[in-house]
Structure formats: C-alpha cells, structure tokens
C-alpha cells in the first residue's frame, strides 16, 4: 500500500531538484512530522529539509501575531468587556465566563470567514429587537438592558481587537482575518518562494483567499487528500468542499484539479462489530488484536471517535503489543489528584465555621489524604464515635496527633474567600505530595502537571484584578484539567498507533479498528454553543450543521481510502442521551455496496449462563467450637437464639467471629437507637417503684417530666447527633409520643378499676439449660424490660419499638419453635419466662409483648392452640416451660454440633 504521504513525496521529489528551498503546509504538526519522517527514509542521498510547518505556524507569520491561550483571552477579554461603554450593569467575572467562551467562539467563526463585523452585528441585534417587538411599547429595564448588550457587541469586539493588536496577540479567527488581509504584503516579500499544501480539506474563507492568492503567483501547488470515488459523486459529501473550490476557484478554471488517488473501490473487508457499552468495545479491540502479528500491528491504527474510551483501550492491550504510540494524552481530569483538589476547591466554595462530616470525610477518605494524613482512619474513627454530623477544624485538630495537625489546617482553614489563600495553598499541598511520589514516575508527572496549572492561575492571579474568588480559581482549575493531558512518549512511526479523528489527517494505515461509530459521535449532529442563528448563518455564508456534518464526512471515508481490513464498532446500548445508534456512515457503506467490498456483521453479547445458587456453608472448626463454648458459659440470648433461627450464618458472623456493622456517623436517628431511648426512658421512670403499686399521681408525674427525660436519653444515646430539625426532630417527637402514649395507657388502665405492681425493671437474668450430649455447661442468659402484676397475675413484659401482632405469639405445633422465624417472639419471651422460672418458680404467669406501634391492642400474650381456630390459652404453666425446654435443647444441640455446619438460609 502506497500512502497519500508517499505519493506526495514522489510527486515533489520528480517536480523539485532542490526540496531544501520548498515549504510545505500540513494542517497539524504530526502530520509534519511523519512527513519528515518518510522524507528521511526514502533518502538516497544527503539534503536540507525544506520547511515544514502546520497551517497555523503558517498562519501565524503571514499575520505577524501570535494566537493567544483561551484562557488568558478570557481575561483580557473581560477587560474589555468593561471597557465597552455601553449602559447595562456589568457582570461579574464569574457570570462572564459563562457566556463568554460562546461569543468568543462566534467572534473567531465571522473572522475566519472573513465577515463584515459591522453588519453582520447589526443584524444580530436586529433580530433581538424583531424577538421582543410585541413589547416594544413597554419594555421593561431588563428588556432594555438586553437589547443595549446586543447593540455593544460590535464595540466589544472592536474594543478587544484593539487591545490584543497592542501586543500583537490575537485570538485564532482574528490571526486568520489578519493574514488573509496580509497575505498580499507576504507575496511582495516572499512572493518567489514556493508553497506546497498537502492534505487539505474544509478551508474557511480566510484559508481560501490566502490559498487562491498564493496560487496566482504560479509557485504554489495544493496536493488534495481525496478519491476519484467520492470526487465524481456529486451527491457525496466528502468531497462537498473539493468539488467547490474546484468549479469556483479562479485558479482551477485554467488548471486542472489533478486527484490521482483511486483506491476506495479497490478490494477491502469491513466487519461491522455491535456491542454492548464502550467498556465492551475496549475489551474486543484487545481480543482483536491479540491475533494479530508484529507486522500486522505496525500496519495498524486504533482510531477513537469518542476520546475518553483511550484509558480503557489501554488497560485492553494484549502482551503482543510490545510497542505502542499514542498521539492523544491523558486529560488530568481522569486522574485521583484533579478530584481531589476538585473537592478541596468545592469543600471551601461552601466556607463555614462547621462542616457537613460526609464532605470532611470525603476529603479523609480519599487517596491522597492518606499520604498527606497518615492517621487519616484515626480521625474518622473519632468523627464515627462523636456522631457529629457538623464538624470544626478544633474538632479535627483534636482528633489528629501533633504531626498532622499542620497539613489539616492547610486544608480544612479558612481560606476567607480569597483566591490568593487558595492558590497558595494548593501549591503547598502539591509540594509536599510531590515529596511523597519522586519514585513513581506516574504519578510523580501527574502532580508535576497539577503544579504548572496552579502555577498558571497564580500567575494570571498576580496579572488580573478579577481572579479574586475561590469559586473563579475552581471554574479555572476544572477547565484547564479538562484540557491539559498527560502525553505518553512513543515510537512515533513504529508499532501499533492510537489516535483520535483529527490525528488520522494525511496518514493512512492498512488496518483500522474505529470505535464508537454511534450517531451523535461520528458525526457529532448539531451543536447549540453559538448566539449565531440559522439564518444569520445562511444570509453571510456562515457553515451550517450540513458543512459541518461533511466535515466528519470526509474525515470517515479519508480512513478508508488506501486501507483494507477495516473494522467499526459501536455501542448498542441505551443510557440517556446515548440512544445506542449506529451512525449513518455505516449504513452509507451498506447502500453503496461496491461489488469489491466486503461487509461482514457480527453482534457480540456476553453469554449468560444461570448457575444455581448454592447456599453458603461454614464448617465448625476447633476455633469455632471454642468459641461457641464461651458463649454457651456466658448465656445464649434470646436475641442471638432468634439470629441462628433466621439464618445460622448472620448467628456466626455476628456471635462467632463478631463482624458488627461498619461504625458510621448515625446522621438519622436508627430504629434500634429509638428502641434504646425509648427503653432508657422507661426504665428510668420506673425502675425507683419496683415493688409498688402504680398510682394515677407518679403516672401523671412521668408524663410531665417525659419530654425531659426523653430529650436527656436521646443526648446519651444519639450521642453529638442534633435533633432538633428535619428528620431527627419528627423522630424525637415520635419518641415523646411512644412514651407518652404508654403511659397514657397504664392510667387508662388504672382509671378502669385494675392494678399495677412493679416486680422487676431491665433485670439481667439467666438460667442453665442442662445438655446430657453436651460436657460443657450451657445458660441462657437476657435482660427482662419488665416484669409486674396485673390485678394479681405475673405478666413478663418485653417492649419493642416496632409493630408486633398477636398472630406473632401464638403457636399450635411446638416442633417447628425453632425453624421458622416467624415465631422469634415466642421464642423470645418464652426465654425469659425460663429464666424468671429460675429466679422464683412459677405456676401460673402471663407472658408477651407491648408494641409501641400497636399500643391500642395492649398486651399482647403468648397462646398456644390446638388448631387455627381453636381456644387460646394464655397461661404458662410448668409444662408449657417443660416442652419450650425440649424445643430450646434441640436448637442448641445444634448449634453445638460440630457435624452440622453454619449453613446459610434462602431469606424468602
């Protein structure tokens, strides 16, 4: 395959002796480079290079200006803006910005085409005023406002033209508007030297001018990159420019538009790949070119039309890619250390003496913090036990040893609004990480390029008024992150090559692999960033999505045109505004259907393949059996009796190897905290008149004195946690009522003639369980919330927040107790009948549960029945504590089994 490169270089070479005095023009500088490159290894002999420059470079000395960096044309933009008498208020540098960059972009698209400023502005604020003209008899200041910006915007543009001509800068459409006006000058002086252009395409007015004058000196060539294919299609939009410039331009009326490349209809094999998501794409391109030899690899090129698919494509390289060039770098945005100065900045837009805990965590948390916080997990752990969900930087600083302190004042200070504090401090931050990274070269030139961006923000700081705020340093770190990449180094010529679109201009390969071929990517569709509309576009010939479109147009088929094997891949899938679309150049190919070409289809799909599920097992090993004999010394509870029922593994996480849920700031009160302040409460109203008869007179006592009580319980327990707002607030209310309604219902109670004596309040309580099977002894051991009499018959009483039904009590057959978990309160409250059984034998006791949530059914009692609807009986006698004994033994037997493992439940 003979490339478009190399086709020039032989034409130049038979048509000039002497290349050294020649300039060629390329449209990027690695298009310059390769052509270098073939220049030297088609050498036969020693030579000068001729000059070799990009179109801009070349832009750039016909104009005598020097394009400017967006960002610093940002500023002295704003400067001018000011500087534009005009009568509406003037915005603020922040609210600038966001409708700055637009205009400045529609400034550079009327230069470039070589636009007269001073009607084309006036028909833009002409239109304005047509949009308002129903109310042009009562516009409003706003309204007018409005309309006097519109009719300044030609000052504003004069205004920065003359301030950027001052120091021979110039945004990129106003450099082309100056060369185009220079360009005759240029021929003047160096009007006898000769100019080649290779590899053009969409040339905006000011290129066409300069070229067609250049052109009429008869010492300029144009070599266009095009097939005779698309060239003769006078429907096909990828020669839509070609053809133009072809029939319009004056040059080309007594010269002949020479294209002598004819290879798209030549034989080629394109393999359309649909596949789920860009994550799919990485991982088959891998696949791809795993079965590809070395010198397959150095014939091929990875084009990516959507850019951000590169880091993914990188970590998808099989092991025979031993050499790789990449032409696009890495944005800094995709690395941990721009997120992270991203939250710093962020954390500090928002300055204020307490902070949310989940924001500080966030910055603990993250990667970095740990190299800058080495007890980081020390001063969560301390935000964790406080349950603070404000935070102070005394707070942290009393949390953080000696050494620490220093870095979390640099970062948790106040930066009082300053954007001289917070570059300062950003760069202080850096230096130290930098120390912490020397040996990792990575990350080392991540930091490095971190450090240039705040360099270049406290340097347009020290030059602008206007960069004064946290939140203008922020919106300029996060541009030029967005926009500053992280180069790789490679073999530029050799090895398997990864580009973007743009990148592909004059080169050629003979296997491409182009991902992302989804409409809305290739071709981009319509963009909306302009204030310019359609019709003022289409009365001063100003490029339209159509022009645009045949942009992506040309560069799609220039892909194709000497290659052979080529494979397209794009996503199928569905997310948002990504609507899985395969573009319409595939199916352009499929509708032209030249008989040389072969298309092939594949759809790939992850195979699925249902396995069962098999439920998890845990063996009992020594250790296990140790432990479950220390527990079984000190007393199963109720509570973890039920936890084994439900499910034997939760018993052997949670008892066994104790794995407790992770400790974090309880922002919202939980339901087990409201279960413990309730409980709390009632104990400490009842728990001084235990073995006294309840009276109206301390009933009505505790009801005055809950609120207080209440609040003092919810400070014990919902430790540093505030509740006087939102949720917590409903939640304390709701711990009030539970309370108040309790006792409500106790003198409801007395008021109807019955009697209430406290035995016991949250007594700890335990009872041994003798196992013949087993030679260790066993106890179940709990803590009782009440016991009393009522009218004379002993009730056990066990409290729960939660809504709890008199179904829930009740039991027919004693042999399914212990497997289902539907009847865990039976079991509950049946243990503590056992263990009060051992205190003071029993003959005759009521036992059960009061829900909070179901207060209007009382007590509710355990019963046993002989059938679904047979008789209730309430009473536990020593029988009924007997067969729960049976039952009780059964379970613990297996859970002491070394033969029966941990075996996991399907939880229905």
């Given at each position: 395959?003979?490339?478009?490169?190399?086709?020039?270089?032989?034409?130049?070479?038979?048509?000039?002796?002497?290349?050294?005095?020649?300039?060629?023009?390329?449209?990027?500088?690695?298009?310059?480079?390769?052509?270098?490159?073939?220049?030297?290894e088609?050498?036969?002999?020693?030579?000068?290079?001729?000059?070799?420059?990009?179109?801009?470079?070349?832009?750039?000395?016909?104009?005598?200006l020097?394009?400017?960096?967006?960002?610093?044309?940002?500023?002295?933009?704003?400067?001018?803006?000011?500087?534009?008498?005009?009568?509406?208020?003037?915005e603020?540098?922040?609210?600038?910005?966001t409708?700055?960059?637009?205009?400045?972009?529609?400034?550079?698209?009327i230069?470039?085409?070589?636009?007269?400023p001073?009607s084309?502005?006036?028909?833009?604020?002409?239109?304005?005023?047509?949009?308002?003209?129903?109310?042009?008899?009562?516009?409003?200041?706003?309204?007018?406002?409005?309309?006097?910006?519109?009719?300044?915007?030609?000052a504003?543009?004069e205004?920065l033209?003359?301030?950027?001509?001052?120091?021979?800068?110039?945004y990129?459409?106003?450099?082309?508007?100056?060369?185009?006006?220079?360009v005759?000058?240029?021929?003047?002086?160096?009007?006898?030297?000769?100019?080649?252009?290779?590899?053009?395409?969409?040339?905006?007015?000011?290129?066409?001018?300069?070229?067609?004058?250049?052109?009429?000196?008869?010492?300029?060539?144009?070599?266009?990159?095009?097939?005779?294919?698309?060239?003769?299609?006078?429907?096909?939009?990828?020669?839509?420019?070609?053809?133009?410039?072809?029939?319009?331009?004056?040059?080309?009326?007594?010269?002949?538009?020479?294209?002598?490349?004819?290879?798209?209809?030549?034989?080629?094999?394109?393999?359309?790949?649909?596949?789920?998501?860009?994550?799919?794409?990485?991982?088959?391109?891998?696949?791809?070119?795993?079965?590809?030899?070395?010198?397959?690899?150095?014939k091929?090129?990875?084009?990516?039309a959507?850019?951000?698919?590169?880091?993914?494509?990188?970590h998808?390289?099989?092991?025979?890619?031993?050499?790789?060039?990449?032409?696009?770098?890495?944005?800094?945005?995709?690395?941990?250390?721009?997120?992270?100065?991203?939250?710093?900045?962020?954390?500090?837009?928002?300055?204020?003496?307490?902070w949310?805990?989940k924001?500080?965590?966030?910055?603990?948390?993250?990667?970095?913090?740990?190299?800058?916080?080495?007890?980081?997990?020390?001063?969560?752990?301390?935000?964790?036990?406080?349950n603070?969900?404000?935070?102070?930087?005394?707070?942290?600083?009393?949390?953080?040893?000696?050494?620490?302190?220093?870095?979390?004042?640099?970062?948790?200070?106040?930066?009082?609004?300053?954007?001289?504090?917070?570059?300062?401090?950003?760069?202080?931050?850096?230096?130290?990480?930098?120390?912490?990274?020397?040996?990792?070269?990575?990350?080392?030139?991540?930091?490095?390029?971190?450090?240039?961006?705040?360099?270049?923000?406290?340097?347009?700081?020290?030059?602008?008024?206007?960069?004064?705020?946290?939140?203008?340093?922020?919106?300029l770190?996060?541009?030029?992150?967005?926009?500053?990449?992280?180069d790789?180094?490679?073999d530029a010529?050799?090895?398997?090559?990864?580009?973007?679109?743009?990148?592909?201009?004059?080169?050629?390969?003979?296997?491409?692999?182009?991902?992302?071929?989804?409409e809305?990517?290739?071709?981009?569709?319509?963009?909306?960033?302009?204030?310019?509309?359609?019709?003022?576009?289409?009365?001063?010939?100003?490029?339209?999505?159509?022009e645009?479109?045949?942009?992506?147009?040309?560069?799609?088929?220039?892909?194709?045109?000497?290659?052979k094997?080529?494979?397209l891949?794009?996503?199928?899938?569905?997310?948002?505004?990504?609507?899985?679309?395969?573009?319409?150049?595939l199916?352009?190919?499929?509708?032209?259907?030249?008989?040389?070409?072969t298309?092939?289809?594949?759809?790939?799909a992850?195979?699925?393949?249902?396995k069962?599920?098999?439920?998890?097992?845990?063996?009992?090993?020594?250790?296990?059996?140790?432990?479950?004999?220390?527990?079984?010394?000190?007393?199963?509870?109720?509570?973890?009796?039920?936890?084994?029922?439900?499910n034997?593994?939760d018993?052997?996480?949670?008892?066994i190897?104790?794995?407790?849920?992770?400790?974090?700031?309880?922002?919202?009160?939980?339901?087990?905290?409201?279960?413990?302040?309730?409980?709390?409460?009632?104990?400490?109203?009842?728990?001084?008149?235990?073995?006294?008869?309840?009276?109206s007179?301390?009933?009505?006592?505790?009801?005055?004195?809950?609120?207080k009580?209440v609040?003092?319980?919810?400070?014990?327990?919902?430790k540093?946690?505030?509740?006087?707002?939102?949720?917590?607030?409903?939640?304390?209310?709701v711990?009030?009522?539970y309370?108040?309604?309790?006792?409500d219902?106790?003198?409801?109670?007395?008021?109807?003639g019955?009697?209430?004596?406290?035995?016991?309040?949250?007594?700890n309580?335990?009872?041994?369980?003798?196992?013949?099977?087993?030679?260790?002894?066993?106890?179940?051991?709990?803590?009782?919330?009440?016991?009393?009499?009522?009218?004379?018959?002993?009730r056990?009483?066990?409290?729960?927040?939660?809504?709890?039904?008199?179904?829930?009590?009740?039991?027919?057959?004693?042999?399914?107790?212990?497997?289902?978990?539907?009847?865990?309160?039976?079991?509950?409250?049946?243990?503590?009948?056992?263990?009060m059984?051992?205190?003071?034998?029993?003959?005759?006791?009521?036992?059960?549960?009061?829900?909070?949530?179901?207060?209007?059914?009382?007590?509710?009692?355990?019963?046993?029945?002989?059938?679904?609807?047979?008789?209730?009986?309430?009473?536990?006698?020593?029988?009924?504590?007997?067969?729960?004994?049976?039952?009780?033994?059964?379970?613990?037997?297996?859970?002491?089994?070394?033969s029966?493992p941990?075996?996991?439940?399907?939880?229905?």
């Amino acid at each position: 395959m003979q490339t478009f490169l190399e086709e020039t270089i032989q034409s130049i070479q038979k048509e000039h002796d002497d290349v050294s005095s020649l300039t060629l023009i390329l449209p990027s500088k690695r298009a310059g480079s390769f052509l270098l490159n073939l220049l030297r290894e088609n050498a036969t002999k020693t030579f000068f290079a001729p000059k070799i420059i990009s179109i801009e470079e070349f832009i750039e000395e016909l104009s005598d200006l020097k394009i400017i960096d967006t960002t610093e044309l940002l500023f002295k933009s704003y400067e001018a803006y000011l500087k534009t008498e005009s009568s509406q208020e003037k915005e603020s540098f922040e609210i600038y910005t966001t409708w700055a960059t637009t205009l400045i972009g529609d400034f550079n698209e009327i230069d470039r085409f070589l636009i007269e400023p001073k009607s084309f502005f006036t028909y833009l604020s002409n239109i304005q005023d047509i949009n308002h003209w129903y109310v042009k008899d009562q516009k409003t200041p706003l309204i007018e406002n409005y309309l006097k910006f519109w009719n300044s915007l030609h000052a504003f543009y004069e205004t920065l033209k003359t301030d950027l001509l001052k120091e021979k800068l110039g945004y990129q459409g106003m450099v082309y508007r100056k060369a185009a006006n220079d360009v005759e000058s240029y021929i003047q002086n160096f009007g006898q030297k000769q100019h080649i252009f290779i590899g053009f395409n969409a040339l905006n007015n000011a290129e066409q001018h300069i070229f067609q004058k250049l052109l009429e000196t008869t010492n300029t060539k144009v070599y266009w990159d095009t097939d005779t294919h698309f060239f003769t299609d006078k429907k096909h939009s990828a020669s839509l420019f070609l053809r133009k410039y072809a029939s319009e331009w004056d040059y080309y009326k007594t010269n002949p538009f020479s294209i002598s490349s004819n290879n798209f209809q030549k034989d080629k094999k394109f393999t359309f790949i649909e596949v789920q998501k860009n994550i799919g794409q990485a991982k088959y391109v891998g696949e791809l070119l795993s079965k590809l030899s070395e010198e397959e690899l150095n014939k091929t090129a990875i084009v990516l039309a959507d850019e951000k698919l590169l880091i993914p494509i990188l970590h998808s390289l099989p092991q025979n890619c031993n050499t790789v060039n990449i032409t696009m770098g890495v944005t800094l945005k995709s690395f941990p250390v721009t997120t992270f100065f991203e939250l710093l900045l962020n954390f500090h837009l928002r300055q204020k003496k307490l902070w949310y805990y989940k924001d500080v965590l966030s910055l603990i948390n993250h990667p970095l913090a740990a190299v800058l916080i080495p007890d980081n997990n020390v001063i969560e752990a301390s935000i964790t036990t406080q349950n603070k969900s404000h935070i102070s930087l005394e707070t942290l600083l009393e949390a953080a040893t000696t050494e620490n302190r220093d870095i979390l004042t640099v970062l948790f200070g106040d930066w009082k609004e300053n954007s001289n504090t917070a570059i300062r401090q950003c760069l202080e931050i850096l230096s130290r990480l930098k120390n912490n990274f020397s040996e990792k070269p990575i990350e080392y030139a991540v930091l490095h390029q971190i450090y240039q961006v705040f360099s270049k923000i406290e340097a347009l700081n020290s030059s602008f008024a206007h960069l004064k705020s946290i939140k203008t340093v922020h919106d300029l770190f996060v541009d030029f992150c967005a926009t500053a990449t992280l180069d790789f180094k490679g073999d530029a010529y050799n090895g398997l090559q990864i580009m973007g679109i743009l990148e592909t201009r004059v080169l050629d390969f003979e296997n491409i692999i182009l991902t992302s071929v989804n409409e809305g990517i290739l071709p981009a569709g319509k963009s909306n960033a302009s204030f310019i509309t359609f019709d003022l576009k289409q009365e001063f010939g100003l490029p339209k999505f159509t022009e645009k479109d045949a942009i992506y147009t040309y560069h799609f088929y220039h892909l194709l045109h000497r290659s052979k094997n080529v494979t397209l891949l794009y996503n199928n899938f569905s997310d948002g505004m990504n609507v899985g679309e395969k573009s319409r150049f595939l199916l352009q190919l499929e509708v032209e259907n030249i008989p040389n070409h072969t298309i092939e289809k594949v759809v790939l799909a992850p195979s699925i393949e249902i396995k069962q599920s098999e439920l998890r097992s845990i063996e009992k090993t020594k250790a296990v059996l140790t432990r479950i004999k220390e527990i079984a010394a000190r007393g199963f509870s109720p509570s973890a009796l039920t936890s084994y029922i439900r499910n034997p593994l939760d018993f052997y996480y949670q008892k066994i190897i104790k794995i407790n849920e992770v400790e974090e700031v309880e922002e919202t009160v939980a339901a087990n905290t409201l279960g413990t302040i309730v409980h709390d409460t009632l104990e400490a109203f009842y728990k001084p008149y235990e073995g006294s008869f309840l009276t109206s007179e301390i009933l009505l006592n505790m009801k005055k004195e809950s609120p207080k009580e209440v609040t003092k319980q919810f400070i014990k327990t919902f430790k540093g946690g505030t509740f006087d707002k939102g949720k917590n607030l409903l939640i304390f209310e709701v711990a009030k009522r539970y309370v108040t309604n309790f006792i409500d219902y106790e003198l409801s109670e007395l008021k109807a003639g019955n009697t209430i004596k406290i035995v016991q309040i949250e007594n700890n309580l335990d009872v041994d369980v003798p196992i013949p099977e087993l030679d260790f002894p066993v106890k179940v051991a709990g803590k009782v919330d009440r016991v009393d009499e009522y009218n004379g018959q002993l009730r056990i009483i066990d409290y729960k927040t939660g809504k709890v039904e008199q179904t829930h009590l009740e039991i027919i057959d004693w042999e399914v107790l212990t497997d289902d978990y539907k009847y865990s309160k039976v079991v509950q409250v049946l243990a503590y009948t056992l263990m009060m059984n051992a205190q003071m034998p029993i003959q005759d006791v009521e036992a059960g549960i009061i829900s909070f949530k179901n207060l209007q059914s009382g007590f509710l009692k355990f019963a046993t029945k002989t059938g679904v609807r047979g008789p209730k009986n309430h009473q536990i006698t020593q029988e009924t504590l007997a067969t729960y004994s049976e039952e009780l033994k059964k379970l613990i037997l297996e859970i002491c089994d070394p033969s029966i493992p941990f075996t996991e439940k399907e939880i229905m």
